[in-house]
């Protein structure tokens, strides 16, 4: 089992930034991929970014390349998720989630642990 916790989400201005920050607990050690998905109202949950557990590979969804960045703290079982030029259509509840059986990344199904999910609000 893996326990998973957001902070780090709120209201900001479209332009501005946000850092939203996931905590693990549990067996973190069988972790292949930890990733970042996000769910806007009346749509589908959506990969955006993801690094593995070991290594230095990271993954984004080309809505975010070049403006959000995924990094680790291995030491303290953390991962974060750096928000820049925040745009409205950003707008949703994001998910921190693991999946430790596969290092599939973009499939938001490959997930076996997520956690309750932090609303990030982007407005015009």
């Known amino acids: 089992q893996v326990q998973l916790v957001e902070s780090g989400g709120g209201l900001v201005q479209a332009g501005g930034s946000l850092r939203l920050s996931c905590a693990a607990s549990?067996?973190?050690?069988?972790?292949?991929?930890m990733g970042w998905i996000r769910q806007a109202p009346g749509k589908e949950r959506e990969f955006v970014a993801a690094?593995?557990?070991?290594?230095?590979?990271?993954y984004y969804a080309d809505s975010v390349k070049g403006r959000f960045t995924i990094s680790r703290d291995n030491a303290k079982n953390r991962v974060f998720l750096q928000m820049d030029r925040l745009k409205p259509e950003d707008t949703a509840v994001y998910y921190c989630a693991a999946n430790t059986g596969t290092i599939v990344y973009w499939e938001p199904s490959e997930y076996n642990y997520w956690g309750q999910g932090t609303q990030v609000t982007v407005s015009s």
């Open positions: 549990g067996r973190t050690s069988s972790t292949r991929v």
């Open positions: 690094i593995r557990w070991t290594g230095t590979s990271t």
